[in-house]
């Protein structure tokens, strides 16, 4: 029988693991495979599905929680797992609305299987090319930023295709990560969040099925999908960078407890108030996606957009007064807070980067439509 489950035991459950696994994916910059496969062992991966579906029935602000408290642990587990996550959280919205997604979902729950995002190098033009073919579609691509693909399974992306009647169209749909003609690369080596194994993927010539196409539509242009995408999944992986920057507070204050001085009391003030700013950022871009409960909205989209920005931009201030506040020792790697102040850097990067974010926003401000 299918069983409500918390993602937040888990997360108390495997935590202890990936603490000690973390510093050395850093060092090595290898994927955090033994994090994910914990994570399977306790069907995270499956732990936002519908229990009708299969999965655990947690509640997408369940999600979040439990993923900025994974990140205390591991940054990299955390975050790749969010990239898996956001996807299903994507796929819930479409069931409880009636628009699908009961496929996509009751694969995850009964394989565990590990999804895999190309949204971030994606965006609404997308890349790569979809030739027409009997019964289907011959894709290539290469699709970078692919968190989690070492050991993914279903790779949800999309591609460009010119229709001869449509005119430019994007596909999107699903592609095993083991079919004929798909390769994971071996070139993601970064700053930060070196274990999520955000490898490039290439497809070459692989076949895509007509059945397989979940979403077909105009290649410019906003489409609502993006405002259900962007108000379930901003929350999701900030959350992660919401959960690094809480750690680097917690790390220095261990480092510099009983400290008194006029400097350190400012810092820890500035610290704590940007903490406190990403935490409130965080609790606003869960509250705006209302439990799935909302109706696709250019409004909301933006407000999922700008409430990243902000959380991300706190995160990172966070983390630097925490540096600052340690002084010396924590520009060495034994600290801990070097890695995290790079891990909080990547968040940056995330769709959409602050002067492109600006841009979005302040389009719709000239009461101007969204540029691709």
Avoid at 73 to 95: E, I
Avoid at 333 to 342: D, N, W
Wanted: some cysteine; charged content about 25%.
């Amino acid at each position: 029988m299918n069983e409500r489950r918390d993602p937040m035991d888990i997360v108390d459950a495997v935590a202890p693991a990936l603490t000690e696994d973390a510093r050395r994916h850093d060092a090595e910059g290898r994927f955090v495979a033994e994090g994910y496969r914990r994570l399977r062992e306790h069907r995270f991966f499956s732990a936002g599905v519908p229990v009708a579906l299969g999965g655990g029935g947690a509640s997408h602000g369940a999600l979040c929680e439990a993923l900025r408290a994974m990140a205390h642990a591991c940054p990299a587990t955390a975050l790749s797992a969010s990239m898996h996550t956001h996807l299903v959280a994507a796929a819930v919205y479409k069931h409880r609305h009636g628009e699908g997604g009961e496929g996509l979902l009751r694969k995850v729950a009964e394989g565990e299987r590990a999804l895999v995002s190309t949204g971030a190098g994606d965006w609404l033009a997308s890349n790569g090319r979809a030739e027409r073919v009997d019964g289907g579609y011959r894709v290539s691509a290469r699709k970078p930023f692919a968190s989690g693909a070492p050991t993914g399974d279903l790779m949800i992306t999309s591609v460009a295709h010119d229709d001869p009647m449509e005119g430019e169209v994007v596909l999107h749909f699903p592609v095993p990560l083991d079919a004929d003609g798909v390769t994971v690369g071996d070139d993601w080596d970064a700053m930060g969040m070196r274990g999520t194994g955000s490898h490039t993927v290439a497809l070459e010539g692989v076949f895509v099925p007509d059945e397989a196409i979940a979403l077909r539509r105009p290649r410019r242009g906003w489409h609502p999908v993006w405002s259900v995408v962007l108000t379930v999944a901003a929350p999701i992986y900030t959350a992660v960078y919401v959960g690094v920057a809480e750690a680097a507070r917690d790390r220095a204050l261990e480092l510099v407890r009983g400290g008194d001085a006029a400097h350190e009391t400012m810092l820890a003030g500035e610290m704590d108030t940007a903490r406190m700013a990403a935490r409130i950022a965080l609790d606003d871009l869960v509250g705006n996606a209302a439990e799935y409960d909302f109706e696709p909205a250019l409004e909301r989209a933006n407000r999922a957009l700008v409430g990243k920005s902000l959380a991300v931009d706190a995160a990172i201030r966070c983390v630097e007064a925490a540096t600052e506040l340690v002084g010396g020792r924590a520009y060495l790697t034994r600290s801990g807070l070097e890695r995290l102040l790079r891990d909080v850097r990547a968040g940056l990067h995330h769709p959409l980067p602050p002067a492109r974010q600006r841009g979005f926003t302040g389009r719709l401000a000239l009461d101007l439509a969204p540029a691709a």
